[in-house]
């Protein structure tokens, strides 16, 4: 009889079954190769390890300087910028010494924007920072400000402020570290920045900046991830301002599931001859990294032969004292600021209602106009303010890293 159900099993002994036979002399092969093969990748992974660590030169540093703010602002360490220039960035911010926006609360350094009134608006035309005496720059165009009421242009609509070390701190090669809650509020722009002690090079970028941290005060929704979760750290550099390549040393980095200003993070800066990183919390998370590389920066660049209108490009950075590091080869001084606004590309036009395009004949006028969307963004709790609980600057100090004799032959620009 045909049993109703057949069992479709393999039938005993038409299988294979290696393991049950007796062991090949060479198996014992297949597991020393593997073994002995990772037991070589850890040690080359040591040996590489052990030559990097060794080749890292270890420098000695000096403090120049450590400020938790417990004694108010300090002027041996800390000056005011006031100027209405916008920053080449065109902000939309005059920057003041008033003490309603840049104090200290409870032993912190708060930089807060506030907004002029509507008849102060309305009723200037001209903003003379050189005649009041106090603007800190010696451009023209960065102290007087003036508008073209026909054109229903208006002077800066906000105050805000900028500290900076320009007077009494600067380094060449060193460490910088901030300890701060960055600024929540649409439109708003903590900076935390080095410039250079002056122009040897030329004027922005040709003499550098070093961008240790910017992040926009838009929440988390703005523009696929660029809100205030995010900073960007970045080199600036170029022979003038049509050619300033920054995005090949530049970086970001995202606060795990926060915003910045939610908790304070320490923005770290070091900077030697050889290269140049920024970080955030911790020394192993960087933000970018820039190896200093022969062929400098003018190489790095790889610029056009010459401008549109058929003038040369010229290396800005030979002479003298230069090397791969140049224009990073200078003094530096810290800023700490709030922007708000401006027209270089921070925001782009038409993302989360954007009340003003960068190509408008008055984009302070745009953005003022739109101020009942934003302005109330700054007053939410813990918003419309930067934090600063500690900044520490030190200077590199072997290597000759303080000389600057070698440049003196060069004749200096602008
Ligand atoms: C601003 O003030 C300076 C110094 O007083 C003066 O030379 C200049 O003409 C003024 N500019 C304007 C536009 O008022
Ligand atoms: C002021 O704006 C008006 C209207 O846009 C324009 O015709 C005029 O030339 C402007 N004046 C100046 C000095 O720019
Ligand atoms: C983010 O900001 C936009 C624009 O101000 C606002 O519409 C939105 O509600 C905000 N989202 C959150 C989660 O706060
Ligand atoms: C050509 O353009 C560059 C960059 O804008 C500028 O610096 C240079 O002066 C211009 N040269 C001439 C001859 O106009
Ligand atoms: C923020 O709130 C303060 C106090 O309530 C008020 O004086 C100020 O005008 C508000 N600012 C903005 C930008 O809404």
């Known amino acids: 009889m045909r049993p109703y159900f057949r069992s479709r099993r393999i039938q005993k002994g038409t299988v294979d079954r290696p393991e049950l036979r007796t062991k090949d002399p060479r198996w014992i092969w297949m597991n020393i190769v593997p073994i002995v093969g990772i037991l070589l990748g850890f040690g080359i992974i040591g040996t590489l390890s052990y030559l990097g660590y060794k080749s890292v030169v270890n420098h000695t540093y000096c403090l120049v300087f450590t400020d938790d703010f417990s004694s108010g602002i300090n002027p041996a360490i800390w000056q005011y910028e006031i100027q209405t220039g916008g920053y080449d960035n065109g902000e939309f911010e005059i920057t003041t010494s008033d003490v309603e926006n840049v104090f200290i609360r409870d032993g912190q350094l708060v930089i807060r924007p506030t907004l002029q009134t509507e008849e102060y608006l309305q009723s200037t035309t001209t903003v003379n ?8 720059s010696n451009v023209p165009g960065d102290c007087i400000l003036q ?3 026909t054109a229903e242009d208006i002077v800066m609509p906000v105050k805000s402020g900028r500290l900076m070390t320009k007077n009494t701190a600067v380094i060449r090669y060193g460490r910088v570290e901030i300890e701060a809650k960055l600024a929540a509020g649409q439109w708003l722009l903590s900076q935390m920045i080095m410039m250079p002690a002056e122009n040897y090079y030329g004027s922005w970028p040709a003499s550098g ?28 550099w170029g022979p003038d301002t049509t050619q300033e390549p920054w995005q090949y040393t530049s970086g970001t980095r995202d606060a795990l599931h926060s915003e910045y200003h939610e908790k304070f993070h ?3 800066l070091e900077w030697t001859e050889d290269y140049i990183f920024v970080w955030i919390d ?3 998370a960087q933000v970018f990294y820039t190896k200093f590389r022969p062929g400098g920066f003018f190489a790095l660049g790889n610029f056009p032969a010459s401008y549109s209108n058929g003038s040369l490009i010229e ?12 224009p990073f080869d200078r003094p530096f001084y810290l800023a700490l600021g709030v922007g708000v606004g401006g027209t270089s590309g921070w925001f782009d036009d038409g993302v989360q209602g954007k009340p003003w395009s960068d190509k408008s004949t008055a984009p ?17 709790t813990g918003a419309g303010e930067m934090i600063v609980r500690k900044v520490t600057m030190w200077q590199q100090c072997d290597d000759g890293a303080t000389d600057l004799s070698a440049f003196t032959k060069r004749g200096k620009k602008k």
Do not use: H, M
């Not at 920072?129 to 800190?136: D, E, I, P, Q, V």
């Open 364 to 380: 302070r006028l745009d953005f003022w106009k739109a101020r009942d969307q934003w302005a109330p963004t700054w007053n939410e």
């Open 282 to 284: 911790y020394r192993l």
């Open 147 to 149: 508008v073209n009421n």
């Open 129 to 136: 920072l050189t005649s009041a005496g106090t603007c800190t």
């Open 209 to 236: 900046e070093i961008n240790i941290g910017i992040a926009r005060g838009n929440n988390a929704t703005y523009n696929g991830g660029n809100g205030n979760q995010r900073v960007q750290s970045n080199l600036y």
């Open 266 to 268: 320490t923005f770290g």
């Open 315 to 326: 290396n800005p950075w030979t002479g003298p004292g230069t090397g791969p590091a140049t």
